[in-house]
Protein backbone atom coordinates (compact mmCIF):
# COMPACT_ATOMS: atom_id res chain seq x y z
CA UNK A 1 0.00 0.00 0.00
CA UNK A 2 1.23 3.80 -0.77
CA UNK A 3 2.50 5.87 1.63
CA UNK A 4 1.54 9.31 1.82
CA UNK A 5 5.21 9.63 1.58
CA UNK A 6 5.23 8.01 -2.08
CA UNK A 7 2.34 10.14 -3.06
CA UNK A 8 4.05 13.54 -2.37
CA UNK A 9 7.39 11.49 -4.40
CA UNK A 10 4.86 10.73 -6.81
CA UNK A 11 3.54 14.33 -7.44
CA UNK A 12 7.39 15.92 -6.76
CA UNK A 13 7.71 13.48 -10.36
CA UNK A 14 5.04 15.32 -11.98
CA UNK A 15 6.31 18.19 -11.31
CA UNK A 16 9.53 17.86 -12.02
CA UNK A 17 8.97 16.44 -15.51
CA UNK A 18 6.24 18.79 -15.89
CA UNK A 19 8.85 21.77 -15.39
CA UNK A 20 11.77 20.20 -17.80
CA UNK A 21 9.05 19.73 -20.32
CA UNK A 22 8.48 23.75 -20.59
CA UNK A 23 12.30 24.55 -19.87
CA UNK A 24 12.83 22.63 -23.35
CA UNK A 25 10.30 23.88 -25.30
CA UNK A 26 11.52 27.69 -24.00
CA UNK A 27 14.62 26.86 -25.35
CA UNK A 28 13.57 25.90 -28.73
CA UNK A 29 11.14 29.57 -28.92
CA UNK A 30 12.20 31.19 -32.57
CA UNK A 31 11.94 33.04 -34.90
CA UNK A 32 8.41 31.06 -35.50
CA UNK A 33 7.15 32.25 -32.42
CA UNK A 34 7.55 35.91 -34.13
CA UNK A 35 5.93 34.78 -37.10
CA UNK A 36 2.56 33.69 -35.40
CA UNK A 37 2.36 36.54 -33.51
CA UNK A 38 3.09 38.94 -36.70
CA UNK A 39 0.80 36.71 -38.62
CA UNK A 40 -2.45 36.93 -35.96
CA UNK A 41 -2.02 40.63 -35.11
CA UNK A 42 -2.27 41.48 -38.94
CA UNK A 43 -5.26 38.92 -39.33
CA UNK A 44 -6.77 40.85 -36.54
CA UNK A 45 -6.18 44.06 -38.18
CA UNK A 46 -7.84 43.61 -41.03
CA UNK A 47 -10.94 41.78 -39.10
CA UNK A 48 -9.99 38.86 -39.28
CA UNK A 49 -10.18 36.35 -35.75
CA UNK A 50 -9.05 32.66 -34.11
CA UNK A 51 -10.29 29.60 -35.10
CA UNK A 52 -9.12 27.18 -32.35
CA UNK A 53 -9.11 23.05 -33.65
CA UNK A 54 -8.12 20.06 -31.98
CA UNK A 55 -9.30 16.58 -30.92
CA UNK A 56 -9.11 15.28 -27.56
CA UNK A 57 -7.20 16.50 -24.74
CA UNK A 58 -5.53 18.83 -27.47
CA UNK A 59 -9.25 20.25 -28.10
CA UNK A 60 -9.61 20.50 -24.65
CA UNK A 61 -6.69 23.02 -24.39
CA UNK A 62 -7.66 24.72 -26.93
CA UNK A 63 -10.66 25.35 -25.81
CA UNK A 64 -8.97 27.19 -22.55
CA UNK A 65 -6.27 29.41 -25.40
CA UNK A 66 -9.61 30.76 -27.40
CA UNK A 67 -10.74 31.68 -24.12
CA UNK A 68 -7.92 33.56 -22.79
CA UNK A 69 -7.49 35.36 -26.70
CA UNK A 70 -11.06 36.39 -26.32
CA UNK A 71 -11.09 37.54 -22.81
CA UNK A 72 -7.80 39.96 -23.57
CA UNK A 73 -9.86 41.09 -26.71
CA UNK A 74 -8.48 38.74 -29.39
CA UNK A 75 -11.73 37.40 -31.41
CA UNK A 76 -11.29 33.42 -31.10
CA UNK A 77 -13.43 30.55 -31.99
CA UNK A 78 -13.34 26.75 -31.21
CA UNK A 79 -14.09 24.57 -33.91
CA UNK A 80 -15.18 21.16 -33.70
CA UNK A 81 -12.92 19.14 -36.37
CA UNK A 82 -15.93 16.48 -36.23
CA UNK A 83 -18.24 18.49 -36.59
CA UNK A 84 -16.56 20.95 -39.38
CA UNK A 85 -17.20 18.42 -41.74
CA UNK A 86 -21.04 18.49 -41.34
CA UNK A 87 -21.55 22.20 -41.84
CA UNK A 88 -19.48 24.05 -38.91
CA UNK A 89 -16.68 24.93 -41.26
CA UNK A 90 -19.07 28.26 -42.26
CA UNK A 91 -17.77 29.48 -39.03
CA UNK A 92 -14.17 29.98 -41.18
CA UNK A 93 -13.52 33.07 -43.05
CA UNK A 94 -11.46 34.50 -45.51
CA UNK A 95 -8.84 36.34 -43.86
CA UNK A 96 -9.42 33.98 -40.43
CA UNK A 97 -6.06 31.98 -38.47
CA UNK A 98 -6.24 28.63 -37.80
CA UNK A 99 -4.79 27.75 -35.19
CA UNK A 100 -4.28 23.77 -35.20
CA UNK A 101 -3.63 21.98 -31.97
CA UNK A 102 -2.42 18.41 -32.37
CA UNK A 103 0.74 16.72 -30.38
CA UNK A 104 1.41 13.87 -33.08
CA UNK A 105 0.86 16.09 -35.95
CA UNK A 106 -1.48 12.71 -37.02
CA UNK A 107 -4.69 12.93 -35.80
CA UNK A 108 -7.05 11.65 -38.61
CA UNK A 109 -9.97 14.07 -37.64
CA UNK A 110 -7.98 16.84 -37.57
CA UNK A 111 -6.13 15.78 -41.00
CA UNK A 112 -9.28 14.96 -42.52
CA UNK A 113 -10.64 18.43 -42.18
CA UNK A 114 -7.55 20.13 -43.69
CA UNK A 115 -8.55 19.90 -46.83
CA UNK A 116 -11.84 22.01 -46.37
CA UNK A 117 -9.23 24.63 -44.57
CA UNK A 118 -7.36 24.94 -47.65
CA UNK A 119 -9.96 26.07 -49.73
CA UNK A 120 -10.52 29.14 -47.57
CA UNK A 121 -7.71 32.04 -47.72
CA UNK A 122 -6.58 31.23 -43.89
CA UNK A 123 -3.17 30.89 -42.22
CA UNK A 124 -2.47 27.85 -40.26
CA UNK A 125 -0.55 28.00 -37.04
CA UNK A 126 0.32 24.21 -35.45
CA UNK A 127 1.11 23.47 -32.21
CA UNK A 128 2.75 20.39 -32.15
CA UNK A 129 5.64 18.06 -31.28
CA UNK A 130 5.65 16.06 -34.48
CA UNK A 131 7.82 18.78 -37.22
CA UNK A 132 7.74 16.12 -39.70
CA UNK A 133 4.01 15.65 -39.61
CA UNK A 134 1.38 15.97 -41.97
CA UNK A 135 -0.22 19.00 -40.29
CA UNK A 136 2.82 20.47 -40.00
CA UNK A 137 3.42 19.94 -43.62
CA UNK A 138 0.61 21.87 -44.55
CA UNK A 139 0.82 24.49 -42.01
CA UNK A 140 2.05 28.15 -42.77
CA UNK A 141 4.09 28.51 -38.85
CA UNK A 142 5.03 25.42 -37.65
CA UNK A 143 5.54 26.15 -32.88
CA UNK A 144 7.30 23.32 -31.85
CA UNK A 145 6.12 22.06 -28.38
CA UNK A 146 8.08 18.56 -27.83
CA UNK A 147 8.21 17.77 -24.89
CA UNK A 148 11.63 14.92 -23.73
CA UNK A 149 8.69 12.84 -21.61
CA UNK A 150 5.34 13.12 -20.55
CA UNK A 151 4.86 12.95 -16.61
CA UNK A 152 2.60 9.65 -16.82
CA UNK A 153 4.71 6.64 -15.71
CA UNK A 154 3.98 4.88 -19.42
CA UNK A 155 4.76 7.75 -21.07
CA UNK A 156 0.85 7.40 -22.75
CA UNK A 157 -1.21 9.60 -20.85
CA UNK A 158 -1.03 13.73 -22.75
CA UNK A 159 0.43 15.72 -19.55
CA UNK A 160 3.38 17.59 -20.34
CA UNK A 161 2.85 17.79 -24.02
CA UNK A 162 -0.75 19.33 -23.16
CA UNK A 163 1.27 21.58 -20.28
CA UNK A 164 3.36 22.72 -22.76
CA UNK A 165 0.37 23.67 -25.20
CA UNK A 166 -0.89 24.91 -22.74
CA UNK A 167 1.54 27.60 -21.75
CA UNK A 168 2.41 28.32 -25.93
CA UNK A 169 -0.98 29.31 -26.16
CA UNK A 170 -0.72 31.80 -23.12
CA UNK A 171 2.77 32.60 -24.64
CA UNK A 172 0.85 33.82 -27.99
CA UNK A 173 -1.58 35.25 -26.72
CA UNK A 174 0.10 37.65 -23.85
CA UNK A 175 2.66 38.35 -26.99
CA UNK A 176 -0.23 39.57 -29.24
CA UNK A 177 -2.02 41.39 -26.62
CA UNK A 178 1.16 43.48 -26.23
CA UNK A 179 1.53 44.14 -29.96
CA UNK A 180 -2.12 45.37 -30.44
CA UNK A 181 -1.67 47.66 -27.09
CA UNK A 182 -4.69 45.57 -25.18
CA UNK A 183 -4.94 48.18 -21.80
CA UNK A 184 -5.91 47.26 -18.07
CA UNK A 185 -9.58 49.48 -19.02
CA UNK A 186 -9.80 46.89 -21.80
CA UNK A 187 -9.52 44.22 -20.28
CA UNK A 188 -12.07 45.22 -17.01
CA UNK A 189 -14.32 46.57 -20.01
CA UNK A 190 -14.39 42.71 -20.96
CA UNK A 191 -15.12 41.49 -17.77
CA UNK A 192 -17.40 43.98 -16.37
CA UNK A 193 -19.18 41.82 -13.82
CA UNK A 194 -16.30 40.30 -12.50
CA UNK A 195 -14.37 41.80 -9.33
CA UNK A 196 -11.57 43.05 -11.33
CA UNK A 197 -13.81 45.11 -13.97
CA UNK A 198 -15.32 46.25 -10.90
CA UNK A 199 -12.17 47.55 -9.14
CA UNK A 200 -10.96 48.53 -13.02
CA UNK A 201 -14.25 50.60 -13.48
CA UNK A 202 -15.29 52.16 -10.33
CA UNK A 203 -13.90 55.31 -9.07
CA UNK A 204 -12.91 56.12 -5.78
CA UNK A 205 -15.84 58.58 -5.64
CA UNK A 206 -18.02 54.98 -6.40
CA UNK A 207 -16.95 53.42 -3.28
CA UNK A 208 -16.11 56.20 -0.20
CA UNK A 209 -18.22 57.12 2.68
CA UNK A 210 -19.61 60.45 2.15
CA UNK A 211 -21.79 63.37 3.71
CA UNK A 212 -22.63 62.00 7.31
CA UNK A 213 -20.57 59.01 6.98
CA UNK A 214 -17.62 61.02 6.72
CA UNK A 215 -16.24 62.10 9.47
CA UNK A 216 -14.21 65.62 9.26
CA UNK A 217 -13.30 67.94 12.31
CA UNK A 218 -11.03 71.16 12.51
CA UNK A 219 -7.52 70.87 14.03
CA UNK A 220 -8.52 72.66 17.10
CA UNK A 221 -11.76 70.11 18.05
CA UNK A 222 -10.97 68.52 21.28
CA UNK A 223 -10.34 64.53 21.41
CA UNK A 224 -13.61 64.49 23.44
CA UNK A 225 -15.88 66.53 20.48
CA UNK A 226 -13.98 64.45 17.77
CA UNK A 227 -14.81 61.16 18.82
CA UNK A 228 -18.46 62.21 19.40
CA UNK A 229 -18.56 62.84 15.43
CA UNK A 230 -16.99 59.59 14.99
CA UNK A 231 -19.61 57.90 17.12
CA UNK A 232 -22.56 60.02 14.90
CA UNK A 233 -20.52 59.05 11.32
CA UNK A 234 -20.05 55.60 12.78
CA UNK A 235 -16.64 55.52 11.38
CA UNK A 236 -12.95 54.62 13.30
CA UNK A 237 -11.21 57.50 11.93
CA UNK A 238 -11.85 61.49 11.17
CA UNK A 239 -10.36 63.74 8.44
CA UNK A 240 -8.87 66.71 10.75
CA UNK A 241 -8.69 70.08 8.63
CA UNK A 242 -7.38 73.36 9.20
CA UNK A 243 -9.23 76.98 8.93
CA UNK A 244 -9.27 76.67 4.90
CA UNK A 245 -10.62 72.77 4.82
CA UNK A 246 -7.44 71.72 3.65
CA UNK A 247 -6.73 68.06 5.33
CA UNK A 248 -4.06 68.33 7.78
CA UNK A 249 -3.95 64.86 9.45
CA UNK A 250 -5.89 61.87 10.57
CA UNK A 251 -7.11 60.66 13.96
CA UNK A 252 -8.30 56.97 14.99
CA UNK A 253 -9.18 54.57 17.08
CA UNK A 254 -5.78 53.69 17.15
CA UNK A 255 -4.89 57.26 17.92
CA UNK A 256 -6.78 57.35 20.97
CA UNK A 257 -5.99 54.32 22.56
CA UNK A 258 -2.24 54.52 22.07
CA UNK A 259 -2.24 58.39 23.42
CA UNK A 260 -4.43 57.19 26.51
CA UNK A 261 -2.02 55.58 28.47
CA UNK A 262 0.43 58.38 27.84
CA UNK A 263 -1.78 60.95 28.49
CA UNK A 264 -4.52 61.53 31.13
CA UNK A 265 -5.49 64.53 29.51
CA UNK A 266 -6.00 63.39 26.11
CA UNK A 267 -10.25 64.36 25.88
CA UNK A 268 -9.47 67.89 26.43
CA UNK A 269 -6.25 67.81 24.19
CA UNK A 270 -7.11 69.65 20.93
CA UNK A 271 -6.85 67.17 17.31
CA UNK A 272 -3.64 68.78 16.16
CA UNK A 273 -1.44 68.20 19.26
CA UNK A 274 -2.31 64.65 18.51
CA UNK A 275 -3.33 64.07 15.12
CA UNK A 276 -1.23 61.77 12.39
CA UNK A 277 0.05 64.33 10.15
CA UNK A 278 0.41 63.82 6.51
CA UNK A 279 -1.90 61.06 6.31
CA UNK A 280 -2.26 58.54 3.38
CA UNK A 281 -5.07 59.78 0.88
CA UNK A 282 -6.30 59.37 -2.67
CA UNK A 283 -8.16 61.33 -5.10
CA UNK A 284 -11.67 60.97 -5.92
CA UNK A 285 -11.29 60.53 -9.39
CA UNK A 286 -8.74 57.36 -8.75
CA UNK A 287 -9.61 53.99 -9.75
CA UNK A 288 -10.62 51.52 -7.23
CA UNK A 289 -8.28 49.41 -7.72
CA UNK A 290 -5.59 52.08 -7.09
CA UNK A 291 -7.21 52.34 -3.12
CA UNK A 292 -7.41 48.07 -3.52
CA UNK A 293 -3.26 48.35 -4.14
CA UNK A 294 -2.88 51.59 -1.27
CA UNK A 295 -4.68 49.31 1.27
CA UNK A 296 -2.34 46.21 0.64
CA UNK A 297 0.75 47.52 0.38
CA UNK A 298 0.17 50.41 3.25
CA UNK A 299 -1.82 47.65 6.12
CA UNK A 300 -4.34 50.35 6.71
CA UNK A 301 -7.45 50.53 7.78
CA UNK A 302 -9.11 53.74 6.31
CA UNK A 303 -8.19 55.62 3.31
CA UNK A 304 -9.33 59.12 3.23
CA UNK A 305 -10.07 60.73 -0.18
CA UNK A 306 -9.59 64.29 -1.19
CA UNK A 307 -10.81 66.47 -4.50
CA UNK A 308 -8.68 69.10 -6.19
CA UNK A 309 -8.36 71.14 -3.37
CA UNK A 310 -7.25 68.24 -0.55
CA UNK A 311 -10.21 68.64 0.92
CA UNK A 312 -11.46 65.51 2.54
CA UNK A 313 -14.70 64.25 0.81
CA UNK A 314 -14.63 60.91 1.37
CA UNK A 315 -13.45 57.81 3.16
CA UNK A 316 -13.08 53.81 1.95
CA UNK A 317 -13.17 51.60 4.68
CA UNK A 318 -11.20 48.40 4.30
CA UNK A 319 -14.23 46.43 5.48
CA UNK A 320 -16.38 48.08 3.37
CA UNK A 321 -14.76 46.23 0.29
CA UNK A 322 -15.52 42.50 0.97
CA UNK A 323 -19.37 44.17 0.57
CA UNK A 324 -18.61 45.30 -2.74
CA UNK A 325 -16.71 42.76 -4.02
CA UNK A 326 -13.36 44.13 -4.34
CA UNK A 327 -11.63 42.01 -2.47
Not at 48 to 75: H, M
Not at 198 to 210: F, G, P, T
Given at each position: MLTAMNHLAQARRVFDIELAALK?????????????????????????????????????????????????????????????LHGDVGIINDGDVVLALSYSGESEELLNLLPALKRFSVQIISLTGGLKSSLARHSDVVLNVKVPQEACPFNLAPTAS????????????????????????????????????????????????????????????????????????????????????KLTGVFTDGDFRRHMAANKNLLAQPLKKVMTRKPICIHENALAVEALKIFNERNIDDLIVVNAKREPVGLVDSQDLPKLKLM
Open positions: AVRTRLDAAFHRAVETIVDALGRHGKIVVVGIGKSGNVGQKIAATFTSTGTTSVVLNSVDATTAMLVMGDALAMAVLQARGFKQSDFARLHPSGAIGRAMLLRVSDIMRAGERNAVAGENLTVEEALLVMTHAKSGSLSVVNARG
